[in-house]
């Protein structure tokens, strides 16, 4: 909210929120992979920090080659990089300092495809907010 009252440029608040949207994607489906792949009874994020953290460093890289390639017109805003990398990283540390708790494998697809469906609306909410959609 400090970012849409604070600043009148609101592409400040989209790159957080796609850095931040994405990261939660990411993390979604890294932690029901590391659930899988660990053999153990699926847990929420506290058991995955080794993955949450893989996941919030790619989804920063991901973030840099966007922003190097796509969207460099004529060259890469490093502010914006600044921005989704802080939206990732939020992210990231939010969900490895989330209690663990064992889980069903229902729980964690419910929950896990909510997290993604979240950061999704996340994406969307930035692109709308400097008109790409």
Do not use: K
């Not at 850095?19 to 994020?45: D, E, H, M, V």
């Not at 004529?74 to 939010?94: E, F, N, R, T």
């Amino acid at each position: 909210m400090a970012y849409l009252v604070g600043s009148g440029r609101f592409d400040y608040a989209a790159h957080f929120l796609a850095g931040a949207g994405g990261t939660l994607i990411l993390i979604a489906a890294t932690n029901a992979l590391w659930s899988l792949l660990s053999g153990r009874r699926p847990s929420a994020f506290t058991d995955a920090a080794p993955a949450i953290a893989a996941a919030t460093l790619i989804s920063i890289g991901f973030g840099l080659v966007a922003e190097f390639t796509v969207f460099a017109a004529p060259v890469a805003d490093i502010v914006d990089i600044v921005h989704q990398s802080l939206g990732a990283i939020i992210v990231g540390i939010a969900c490895m300092l989330l209690a663990g708790s064992r889980r069903s494998w229902i729980a964690v697809l419910v929950s896990e495809g909510i997290t993604a469906g979240l950061g999704l609306v996340m994406i969307v909410i930035g692109a709308v907010l400097v008109g790409i959609v």
